[in-house]
């Protein structure tokens, strides 16, 4: 089993593009918290919690698995 190149050239760039990613996001989340109604304040910031906490084990994943061949 080989690991794979353009997997790992993914994931570098994809390192360094999820934290502007994330900041751009949370700035957002930011400026327009207060103007939404409770219920859509809730789903919100759950949904970007997810997303940045998968986001963030699928990058160390892959990292892992490419590099290692698993």
Do not use: D
């Amino acid at each position: 089993v080989l690991s794979s190149l353009p997997l790992q050239v993914m994931l570098y760039f994809n390192v360094y593009y999820f934290p502007i990613w994330c900041l751009a996001e949370g700035i957002m989340l930011h400026l327009k918290y207060h103007l939404l109604p409770w219920h859509y304040q809730f789903l919100l910031l759950t949904a970007f919690l997810i997303l940045s906490l998968a986001e963030g084990s699928r990058l160390y994943l892959g990292y892992l698995g490419n590099l290692q061949e698993k």
